[in-house]
């Protein structure tokens, strides 16, 4: 499926507004447990213009390192792909996190395969006020607009974790100027 740019960057604003109203702001780590989707990408974006930091976390690590990789951020929203909830509902107690969010892998599907997925993937997530659906996280960007944080080429654009071939996962700094330019190469 493709979408235009313009797309793109309202579903980047949206998100924004999203984690805005949850509150979210500069300076703030949002720990993310996704591979790489449309929605991760929206996340990334999303963040960085309001001034947070997404620190993505692969969902193939185990549960005792996500939580080693969240703790050592102090994050207070928990956003995780609905395919490594049970990974995160194993140490929920243990997070320290406001809220979860959790995204469905569907949710970005055309509607026929969309559907075909649900039909075979049926994960049962208790939702609450705790633990939120993407579709009730979106729901509360209302169309205001967001304070966009000023570009620093310095400043860290997201954090990403060594596969730990040599010992534990250490958690890398990517700077904006470094995302930038990948962008462009």
């Given at each position: 499926?493709?979408?235009?740019?313009?797309?793109?960057?309202?579903?980047?604003?949206?998100?924004?507004?999203?984690?805005?109203?949850?509150?979210?702001?500069?300076g703030n780590i949002v720990s993310v447990l996704m591979p790489t989707t449309?929605?991760?990408?929206?996340?990334?974006?999303?963040?960085?213009?309001?001034?947070?930091?997404?620190?993505?976390?692969?969902?193939?690590?185990?549960?005792?390192?996500?939580?080693s990789a969240v703790a050592g951020v102090r994050s207070e929203l928990f956003?995780?792909?609905?395919?490594?909830?049970?990974?995160?509902?194993?140490?929920?107690?243990?997070?320290?996190?406001?809220?979860?969010?959790?995204?469905?892998?569907?949710?970005?599907?055309?509607?026929?395969?969309?559907?075909?997925?649900?039909?075979?993937?049926?994960?049962?997530?208790?939702?609450?006020?705790?633990?939120?659906?993407?579709?009730?996280?979106?729901?509360?960007?209302?169309?205001?607009?967001?304070?966009?944080?000023?570009?620093?080429?310095?400043?860290?654009?997201?954090?990403?974790?060594?596969?730990?071939?040599?010992?534990?996962?250490?958690?890398?700094?990517?700077?904006?100027?470094?995302?930038?330019?990948?962008?462009?190469?």
């Open positions: 499926r493709s979408i235009t740019y313009s797309e793109l960057l309202q579903r980047i604003d949206r998100v924004a507004e999203a984690f805005y109203q949850f509150g979210v702001h500069k449309p929605e991760s990408i929206c996340i990334l974006y999303a963040l960085n213009k309001i001034g947070a930091t997404p620190n993505f976390i692969d969902p193939r690590m185990d549960p005792e390192r996500i939580l956003v995780t792909i609905d395919l490594a909830y049970h990974k995160v509902q194993a140490i929920r107690d243990r997070l320290n996190v406001k809220r979860i969010v959790v995204s469905s892998a569907s949710y970005s599907l055309p509607i026929p395969l969309k559907l075909i997925w649900k039909i075979k993937n049926r994960q049962k997530i208790a939702y609450s006020d705790v633990v939120l659906s993407w579709e009730r996280f979106l729901a509360e960007a209302k169309g205001d607009p967001v304070p966009v944080a000023p570009f620093v080429e310095d400043s860290v654009a997201a954090i990403v974790y060594t596969g730990g071939t040599t010992g534990t996962p250490k958690g890398v700094m990517l700077r904006q100027f470094g995302i930038i330019n990948s962008g462009l190469s």
